[in-house]
C-alpha cells in the first residue's frame, strides 16, 4: 500500500523525514511493473493480432480504467479473459510463442480448456512475465452463462496500447473482493485501495452488483469484504441496504464452510471441511442451471485435444434417464509405483468426483473403493453439456517433486453400461505396456 500512500503524501500532510524513501519506492513499484507489463504485451499483441481481444481483471484493469497509475499499483502478474470457446486457440498461440507452465514440460501436456476443473491456467514467459489465462473470471462461478453476461456488460478500450475489453466497473469490483476474500490473508490490503477507488469513482451500478452477488451464490466473501470497507474504511457509498440484502444469505453454513476450507498460506482453519468445496459448487451448478436456457448439445467439446500425459474419455448419456454414476477402475499388478495419477469424473468444468495419488495408485485405490455419484440434470444446463468426462493425469516422481510425465506406461481402456435403474456404470482398466501374465486386481 505504500505507493498509493506515497502519491498523496501532500494531501495527506506528511512531512516525515522518510519522504524520500516513500518516493524511491513508487519509482521501484513504477520500474518493476513497466517490467512486467512489457513482458506481458508481447502477448497482448499476438492474441489481439488473431481477433482474440482479451479482457484485462483484477490490478490491470483498474489501471485500465484509469483509477491507479503504474507507480501506485504494484502489478506482480497479468490476468486476462477470454470468452471459453476461445480459450483453446489462445492457449495454443501463446504455448507456441514460448508461454509454459512451469508444472507442464510441453504444449502436449497442458491441461484440457473448459474440461480442467479450473478456472485459469498460469503461464510463465520465455524470458520474463506471468500470464494467468482465465476461462472463467471467478474461481466459484465456472459457468458458461454468468461470464456472457460479464462479457455483454464489458466495453471495448486499450490495455498497453493494445485493443481489449474492460469489463464493467461494477464486474471489476465484485472480482476483487471476490479474488482477496479467497487468496488473500487478513494482512494483506491492497485489494481494499483497488475496492475504495472503484466504490470512489461513482460507477457502481449497486442494483446490479446485488444481482450478480445473489445469482453467483457469493454473499459470503462479499459481504464480509463490503462490511469491512463500510465499517473499517469509512467507505460510505456502499449502501446499507445492500449490506442487509447480503447478510442473510451470507450466513448459509454451507458456504461459510466452503471458505473455511480455502486454505490460507497452506494452513488449515478451523471448522475446515474439504467436501464443502465440492458441495457448494454443486449447490452453484443446481441454482444457476434452473435458469439456464437449452444448451447446444457438445458446445463445450469442440477443441478438446489429447496429450502424452493425460488421457480424456468422453462418455454420452442419457441425461433424463441417468440418475447416478457408479465409477470402478481396475488395474494390473505390475502398475509402478512410482507412478502417481489423478482421476476425475468432471460435468464440464464442473468436477465430479476425483481419486488422488501423488505416488502409488495401488495403494490409493485400495483406501478409495469406488465412487457412487448422484446426477442433477441442472449441472448439465449449467455447464452447457451432455457429456461426462473421464480424465487420467499421470505424474512422475523426480527429485524435484510429481511432474507431469512425458510418455507414461500405461494403457487404458474405458467401458460403459446402463442399468435398468438409471445407474450408470463406467468401468475403467489401467494396464501397464510391459504387462506379464499376474491377475489384475479390481476395485470396484
Known amino acids: 500500500m505504500l505507493p498509493a500512500i506515497a502519491a498523496r503524501a501532500q494531501v495527506l500532510g506528511l512531512t516525515t523525514t522518510d519522504l524520500p524513501r516513500l518516493d524511491g519506492i513508487r519509482r521501484f513499484v513504477w520500474s518493476t511493473t513497466q517490467k512486467q507489463l512489457m513482458a506481458i504485451r508481447p502477448a497482448i499483441q499476438l492474441l489481439a493480432t488473431h481477433r482474440l481481444a482479451p479482457m484485462p481483471l483484477k490490478g490491470a484493469a483498474v489501471i485500465c480504467h484509469g483509477l491507479a497509475s503504474t507507480a501506485e499499483r504494484y502489478i506482480r502478474d497479468v490476468d486476462i479473459l477470454l470468452p471459453p470457446e476461445n480459450v483453446a486457440r489462445a492457449l495454443a498461440l501463446l504455448v507456441a510463442d514460448g508461454w509454459l507452465n512451469p508444472s507442464f514440460r510441453g504444449e502436449q501436456h497442458l491441461p484440457t480448456p473448459g474440461q480442467c476443473g479450473t478456472h485459469a491456467i498460469k503461464l510463465n514467459g520465455p524470458v520474463f512475465g506471468e500470464l494467468d489465462l482465465h476461462e472463467f473470471a471467478i474461481a466459484p462461478n465456472r459457468f458458461p452463462c454468468l461470464d456472457r453476461d460479464l462479457q455483454t456488460r464489458a466495453r ?21 473482493l471476490e479474488h482477496s476474500f479467497r487468496r488473500d490473508p487478513d494482512r494483506v490490503l491492497d485489494w481494499s485501495v483497488d475496492a475504495a477507488r472503484l466504490v470512489g469513482s461513482n460507477m ?20 464480509a469484504r463490503l462490511r469491512y470497507l463500510r465499517e473499517h474504511c469509512h467507505l460510505e457509498r456502499i449502501p446499507l441496504g445492500l449490506l ?6 451470507a450466513e448459509n453454513k454451507l458456504f461459510v464452510d466452503e471458505y473455511l476450507a480455502r486454505q490460507i498460506e497452506g494452513l488449515p482453519l478451523p471448522g475446515a471441511r474439504t467436501s464443502a468445496l465440492k458441495k457448494a459448487a454443486r449447490i452453484r451448478a443446481t441454482e444457476i ?34 440418475k447416478r454414476v457408479m465409477l470402478n477402475i481396475r488395474y494390473d499388478s505390475d502398475f509402478p509405483d512410482n507412478i502417481g495419477c489423478r482421476v476425475s469424473l468432471n460435468c464440464g468444468a464442473l468436477r465430479l468426483h476425483r481419486y488422488s ?30 457429456q ?15 511432474q507431469y510425465c512425458g510418455e507414461p506406461p500405461f494403457e487404458a481402456n474405458c467401458q460403459t453400461s446402463m442399468g435398468k435403474s438409471g445407474e450408470l456404470s463406467i468401468t ?12 489384475r486386481h479390481d476395485f470396484s
Open 357 to 386: 495419488a501423488r505416488r502409488g495408485l495401488t495403494h490409493s485405490l485400495w483406501r478409495r473403493a469406488n465412487a457412487c455419484i448422484s446426477l442433477d440434470p441442472s449441472w448439465f444446463a449449467a455447464q452447457e453439456t451432455d
Open 204 to 223: 457502481i451500478d449497486w442494483p446490479l452488483f446485488q444481482r450478480i452477488t445473489l445469482e453467483r451464490c457469493l454473499a459470503v466473501p462479499i459481504e
Open 388 to 402: 461426462l468426462t473421464l480424465f487420467l493425469h499421470f505424474l512422475s516422481a523426480d527429485k524435484k517433486g510429481n
Open 156 to 176: 471495448p478500450g486499450k490495455f498497453l496500447g493494445i485493443p481489449c475489453l474492460l469489463p464493467s466497473p461494477t464486474d471489476l469490483l465484485l472480482n476483487v
Open 428 to 439: 475403467l482398466t489401467l494396464t501397464t505396456i510391459d504387462r506379464n501374465s499376474r491377475p
Open 289 to 322: 442451471g434452473r435458469h439456464s436456457t437449452d444448451h447446444p448439445a457438445g458446445h463445450r467439446l469442440e477443441e478438446v485435444r489429447e496429450g502424452k500425459a493425460w488421457r480424456v474419455l468422453h462418455i454420452p448419456l442419457s441425461i433424463n434417464q441417468t
Open 244 to 249: 442487509d440484502a447480503l447478510a442473510r444469505p
